[in-house]
């Protein structure tokens, strides 16, 4: 996928803000901060997780899922969102 | 500005939470404790161990367990060993098996879903998560007669028998129980009982000496030089050894003064101080004790604290303390629990050595269940309770 695919969705750009965030959230917790449909959060993480952006670690039904540390591409994102949170707080705007 | 006199130098010494480097007089006891873990260090992985810590309220469990922690952890890690000392206070979480071990799993990852399993599977996905990341824990149960009395025999057999299950597995868990009484394992049925009885390390209450060398430690460490005069840590030791020998209480107590010091601007703690602070603490009973109670059981004290209150009564009959319990639920909006739920909260209660109970001797009504409020003044009790349960929203 190119990156324009990858942040082209809003859906992906808020799973990755939040996870950058929180470090590791099960999909419930995604959905929920999210606020869109379980189905679609899922099918957002798989096509994160293909592109190595993201991993899980799966405890029996509960899969919990977090940045790939190892991958460069999820390492640019992290410092890509840091970037811009640490813009808002000096702008005075909430990222 | 004027300028105000401050006689500590680091109150957070004096914290319950406070780790010291040196546990006086318990240099033997943290000897054997990493003694009977000393294989874990050599041979990590070949056996789990399992311990019990028994004493008395303020002889020092807690802080040698944590400073065992601190001391193991630092160790194992010398040795290339990753090692996680993980503290529970059983009774925080109401001594559930679920909640104990939910905390545990959040040491490694802290946004672990609250719900949608059992403490089965939780118990499984932490040895999964020792598994993974090739780690081994000491799990310490602190006020473990809690979670024997919520959960009775099934979950400590589990957690003892975790291991036996993993055969061709490294053994990755260990145990610390910490106990008051170890009389609250004979509740435990026999075959969980004998897993557990094999390493005990008994704590015995502090001589006056004794709690005096432990608060001058304190004292080097919390207080400004001269701050406290040798009669003041006197006093405090005489007052915590008629409190059991408890060297919690006397930390407490030094705080205290302290703060009734700087409130009037004096340079020293006096033995006035000590006296002022004394007044204004519920004794033997951390008011952190009863904000750890569940609804039911606050309610129930209540109306035990006013019975006492009110009658000037050495002992209360279960019944009368059930109907006036009735009382305080109607006063909270609250539907009452029912009478075998009480007897469990009476339990609870004399476990922490709130209450006493006694069977009375067979009358024409046969036996009756007497309980005592032994140490806590009433009017004390009811007033620290009645603020609990309103600042809960009760």
């Known amino acids: 996928m190119d990156v324009e695919d990858i942040f082209s969705s809003r859906v992906r750009m808020k799973i ?15 959905t929920r901060r999210l606020g869109v449909n379980y189905q679609t959060t899922a099918r957002h993480l798989d096509v994160l997780e293909a592109e190595d952006i993201l991993q899980h670690k799966k405890f029996g039904r509960i899969r919990l899922y977090r940045l790939n540390e190892r991958s460069p591409k999820a390492r640019a994102i992290q410092t890509l969102l840091d970037a811009w949170k640490e813009s808002g707080v000096k702008s005075g705007r909430q990222s | 500005m004027p300028q105000y006199q401050n006689v500590f130098k680091d109150e957070a010494k004096l914290d319950i939470n406070y780790v010291p480097q040196r546990l006086p007089h318990r240099d033997g006891e943290l000897r054997l404790l990493m003694e009977f873990f000393d294989f874990m260090l050599h041979f990590p992985g070949k056996m789990s161990q399992r311990v019990l810590i028994v004493g008395e309220v303020g002889t020092g469990k807690t802080a040698l367990s944590q400073r065992f922690g601190v001391d193991m952890t630092r160790e194992a890690g010398n ?27 959040t040491v490694f990852h802290p946004n672990f879903p609250k719900r949608g399993y059992s403490a089965e599977e939780l118990l ?25 009395l919520t959960e009775g025999s099934d979950a400590v057999y589990q957690l003892t028998r975790s291991q036996e299950v993993r055969q061709n597995k490294p053994q990755r868990l260990s145990l610390v129980c910490i106990l008051r009484d170890i009389s609250a394992i004979g509740q435990l049925d026999a075959s969980t009982r004998s897993t557990l009885q094999s390493n005990i390390i008994n704590l015995a209450k502090y001589s006056k000496r004794q709690l005096i060398d432990i608060l001058n430690e304190r004292v080097i460490i919390a207080f400004k030089p001269l701050a406290v005069p040798e009669e003041t840590i006197d006093t405090i030791a005489e007052l915590a050894y008629s409190e059991n020998g408890n060297a919690r209480f006397g930390i407490e107590l030094l705080w205290r003064a302290g ?4 409130a009037e601007n ?3 703690v006096s033995a006035e101080s ?13 008011k952190s004790d009863l904000a750890y109670l569940n609804l039911h059981e606050k309610l129930f004290l209540l109306g035990l604290a006013r019975l006492f209150k009110d009658g000037h009564k050495a002992h209360v009959s279960l019944a009368e303390a059930e109907q006036i319990y009735m009382v305080a639920c109607e006063e909270f909006n609250t539907e009452p629990h029912s009478h075998t739920q009480l007897w469990k909260y009476l339990h609870t209660l004399s476990g922490a050595g709130i209450v006493k109970t006694e069977v009375s001797a067979a009358g024409p009504r046969g036996r009756t269940t007497l309980v005592y409020l032994p140490r806590i003044p009433a009017a004390d009790l009811e007033k620290e309770l009645w603020a609990l349960l309103q600042w809960k929203g009760a």
């Open chain 1, 16 to 30: 990755l803000k939040v996870l950058a965030q929180m470090g590791e959230l099960n999909v419930s917790a995604i």
């Open chain 2, 79 to 105: 040795r290339g060993t990753n090692l996680h000392y993980i503290h529970v206070n059983c009774r925080e979480y109401h001594g559930s098996f679920f909640l104990i071990l939910q905390h545990a799993i």
């Open chain 2, 124 to 148: 499984t996905f932490l040895m999964q998560i020792l598994d993974e990341e090739n780690t081994y824990a000491i799990l310490t149960l602190d006020e473990f007669d809690s979670l024997v």
């Open chain 2, 259 to 262: 703060k009734y010091a700087n």
């Open chain 2, 266 to 268: 004096f340079d020293s």
């Open chain 2, 274 to 286: 000590v006296r002022k602070a004394i007044s204004s603490i519920v004794p033997a009973t951390k």
